[in-house]
């Protein structure tokens, strides 16, 4: 498809049919799980399956084809995803018949991917591709002619990354509005950059005016700048929906202000599975507000509240309010000055979050009590942890057998992130020795600026090294001296793609607390060693 742009010329715009969302997968399931158990020329032929094996072989085929179709995409990222569609429909209805134990009969697997094609065909409508541009009147009729098709399929748009001036807008608006009711998931991320203010807003509010009452699964409105202003423009569309899963307001300029805003607007919040408010000027007072939304959340997944200026006061609130949210999955707060009164609150509500996978607790200003007491709480919840993270918390060896307790429990774990604290050689010693046998599934640790010096990197790199899904040390920012360089090299010799870099390693650093040592280093390095050494005779015995 062809647009003018400003200045005259054709620009060719293309729309995006890969990668399929994520309603546009489950109803495929849906479908074949159906096409398995239910009477069909194919089950009466080859036999039905129960609706439990059909459920299953159902989400096992979408999975296989979509891998395999997705791997397509990657070699032709630059296509539209058609060759990728079909690939997919293709291995969908092959996958069937082999469970069906079919024949190969050409009309048989031509139907059974007539099928499938119906269920995926034109459900993505994105426009977000390539760099970033104006859109203007003409160039909106000329782009957004698909979505007047009638009987088009699209359940999922995308207009991020254009932005859109009020004739533009104008002419979005009918358009959005004729089919509202068929959409599903609505991304107006960056839809107004560059735009005057009063324009944005314009914007904004015809916008919302058009997909109010719409019934949404999923709406990303970040990177708008919104302020409580941009909030109150999507106020018919916010206030409207009663099915929303996902909400993503990103880098919006939420401030105290917005925050209560959103509390107001967003009345139903039973079906939110994801919320997140990375990077706003929210505060304290900002996340009180969020804190009630939290409360109204019984099934919240996925909570991001990262890079909010939120401190002590407000930390708590969120904690606080977090013990609603029993099915989270997903928590990321990093970067806030919570402090270790917020830390201790946060660590009686992850207790009771016992499907925890991800947890993302860095800059959070914790120090030792606040750590050890989300160790502790941690190693009595959360067993499927496979991320944790508590970079730059000011904590030191005094943690070290809290978390060494509670990562000896995390056998699913896939990263651990302790960077940018001061757990020393001995801290890490004591975190190593619990990175042992079960631990297959580990792939990144990051101890980065920790003061390390040579007995430590080494006992964390032989620790790894003997797990067998391990892909990356991260040791650097650390005094480790030029022979423990080279022994670290040596370790890694068969696999130096496993030690990431050491070019910011200082071999002549001091801590600040060792100044005055002297030849004390070199004493409690061989300290070190002869744990290290009485260590590994106890585990051989």
Avoid at 5 to 26: A, D, V, Y
Avoid at 142 to 168: D, E, Q, V
Avoid at 532 to 540: A, F, I, P, R, T
């Amino acid at each position: 498809m062809d647009a003018k742009t400003p200045n005259g010329e054709r620009r060719h715009i293309t729309i995006k049919l890969w990668p399929p969302s994520q309603n546009t997968r489950q109803m495929l399931v849906e479908r074949m799980t159906n096409n398995l158990s239910t009477p069909t020329i194919f089950t009466r032929k080859y036999g039905s399956l129960s609706n439990v094996e059909a459920s299953k072989h159902a989400q096992q085929i979408e999975e296989s084809a979509f891998a395999s179709a997705d791997q397509h995409y990657e070699q032709e990222p630059d296509g539209d995803g058609s060759s990728a569609v079909q690939l997919y429909a293709r291995e969908c209805s092959k996958l069937i018949l082999d469970v069906l134990k079919g024949g190969s009969r050409t009309e048989e697997k031509e139907a059974l991917q007539s099928e499938v094609d119906s269920a995926f065909r034109e459900t993505f409508f994105d426009i977000s591709k390539g760099q970033r541009a104006f859109i203007e009147e003409d160039e909106a009729r000329t782009l957004l002619s698909p979505l007047k098709t009638p009987g088009n399929s699209y359940t999922k748009i995308c207009f991020s990354n254009r932005s859109f001036g009020l004739g533009a807008a104008h002419v979005a608006g009918p358009i959005l509005a004729s089919i509202k009711n068929q959409l599903k998931e609505v991304d107006l991320s960056d839809f107004v950059a560059g735009r005057p203010e009063v324009e944005a807003l314009d914007v904004m509010n015809i916008f919302s005016e058009a997909l109010e009452g719409s019934h949404l699964k999923s709406l990303n409105i970040s990177d708008n700048a919104l302020g409580e202003k941009g909030v109150r423009a999507f106020g018919k569309l916010l206030q409207s929906q009663t099915s929303l899963e996902e909400l993503y307001l990103m880098n919006d300029g939420i401030s105290k202000e917005a925050a209560q805003a959103v509390c107001e607007l967003v009345p139903s919040t039973e079906k939110l599975r994801v919320l997140q408010f990375h990077n706003n000027m929210t505060g304290d007072e900002g996340a009180l507000a969020i804190s009630e939304i939290l409360k109204r959340c019984p099934l919240l997944e996925d909570f991001r509240c990262s890079s909010t200026r939120v401190g002590s006061e407000g930390g708590v609130a969120l904690t606080e309010a977090l013990t609603q949210c029993r099915n989270l999955k997903k928590l990321d707060l990093r970067d806030n000055m919570f402090g270790v009164e917020a830390g201790l609150k946060l660590s009686d509500a992850l207790r009771k979050h016992e499907y925890l996978t991800e947890i993302y607790l860095s800059y959070l200003n914790l120090e030792d009590d606040g750590a050890i007491a989300i160790a502790n709480a941690l190693k009595e919840s959360a067993p499927a942890l496979t991320v944790l993270e508590m970079a730059g918390n000011d904590v030191t060896a005094e943690a070290a057998p809290s978390l060494a307790a509670c990562i000896a429990t995390k056998k699913s774990l896939v990263k651990l992130n302790l960077s940018e604290n001061d757990l020393k050689d001995d801290g890490v010693i004591t975190i190593s020795q619990a990175l042992g046998e079960g631990h297959d599934q580990l792939k990144e640790v990051d101890m980065s600026q920790n003061s390390l010096r040579r007995v430590a990197a080494r006992s964390l790199a032989q620790a790894l090294l003997r797990l067998p899904g391990f892909k990356i040390l991260k040791v650097n920012g650390n005094f480790i001296s030029e022979e423990g360089i080279d022994e670290l090299k040596d370790i890694f010799k068969e696999c130096p793609d496993k030690l990431g870099p050491l070019d910011e390693n200082d071999p002549e650093g001091e801590d600040f607390d060792d100044k005055e040592s002297g030849d004390e280093d070199d004493a409690s390095q061989h300290e070190l060693e002869s744990k290290l050494k009485s260590l590994d005779v106890n585990q051989k015995e």
